[in-house]
């Protein structure tokens, strides 16, 4: 059967115009991270009737995926995950434009993910801190707005960066003084109403940077994410950027509205939180503590650790 967008996307039409659907038909949205979270924001997106996608990922797919991502099957274990994200976009819209960028994105590549783009959303894998910050410092440059949208326990949050609002370090207190530990712990309280109880703490593997995740929350977050590009891209709906944003339960049955920590270094409510978050997440303290010794002993001119914290590249969640 022959493909058209017109007939492929019709049963859009009623909830969006059809001048809407044209926008959204010559929209380009960059997705950093096509794991659990990321390959599901694209078939979404995909379904809405994006037409143009630029896709990075340097990681391939495994079994251990097959519980939350929606490329991973039998026929793609070892496929590069752009690749096969690519692929699954191109059977929905035949028609799109799909530019893969499987060794992710770094210093040297970042503005050529972002070169006419008009939306980005970060489903960067969650302990890859550095490579959140560098898509969305490079996002705020190039005047692009970035959805941050992912599972946490059984739900999602929801935040909007946009080039003139809050930025991603504001909101999350992060700044270069702060250890590794830190930031995983800054990162997480901004994105959780507070200290998400569903985690057991004994399957968060931190040293290989793993955590529970269920295909439910991955879902969830990809049906927001496809919501705001829509909102976004049409001019329509209530949008409200950060500082603010929503984190869904569907477990509890609640909505409640996020707003930003406080510094985990620089205010009394920051340190306790850093200091229960430390408490629940033992082997996080462990690697805080492992951190302020590496960097004293280099300051005290000693030789450095034996075990180092290695650095970070984009993986997918």
Same mark, same amino acid.
């Given at each position: ?74 026929? +793609? ?179 409640? +509205? ?56 984009? +993986?997918?969640?």
């Amino acid at each position: 059967m022959e493909f058209s967008y017109e007939r492929a996307f019709a049963r859009n039409i009623g909830l969006v115009t059809e001048a809407e659907q044209k926008r959204l038909r010559q929209t380009r949205v960059g997705l950093a991270g096509m794991g659990g979270v990321g390959g599901a924001h694209l078939q979404a997106l995909a379904r809405i009737g994006i037409g143009a996608f630029h896709l990075a990922d340097p990681d391939r797919f495994d079994v251990v995926n097959f519980n939350r991502q929606l490329g991973a099957s039998m026929p +793609t274990v070892g496929r590069g995950k752009a690749e096969v994200c690519a692929q699954i976009a191109a059977e929905i819209n035949p028609e799109a434009s799909l530019r893969t960028f499987p060794a992710g994105i770094n210093e040297e590549n970042i503005g050529e993910f972002l070169s006419g783009v008009d939306v980005v959303i970060d489903g960067i894998e969650f302990f890859r801190i550095e490579d959140h910050r560098l898509l969305h410092r490079a996002c705020r440059a190039a005047g692009i707005p970035v959805i941050v949208a992912g599972p946490i326990g059984y739900g999602s949050v929801v935040l909007v960066f946009t080039p003139q609002g809050c930025s991603f370090d504001e909101y999350f207190k992060l700044d270069d003084g702060m250890t590794h530990a830190e930031k995983i712990v800054a990162f997480g309280l901004g994105n959780a109403p507070g200290l998400v109880s569903d985690v057991d703490p004994s399957h968060v593997d931190i040293e290989n940077q793993r955590g529970p995740a269920l295909v439910s929350a991955c879902m969830l977050a990809a049906a927001a994410a496809a919501t705001e590009v829509l909102k976004i891209v049409c001019g329509r709906g209530r949008f409200v950027p950060a500082p603010h944003g929503i984190y869904y339960d569907p477990y509890r049955r609640r909505v409640l +509205t996020m707003r930003p920590r406080p510094s985990l270094t620089r205010t009394l409510r920051g340190r306790i939180l850093r200091w229960l978050s430390f408490r629940r997440f033992p082997a996080v303290r462990a690697m805080h503590e492992r951190e302020l010794a590496e960097r004293n002993a280099a300051e005290a001119g000693a030789p450095a650790a034996r075990e180092r914290i290695q650095p970070l590249t984009l +993986t997918s969640s």
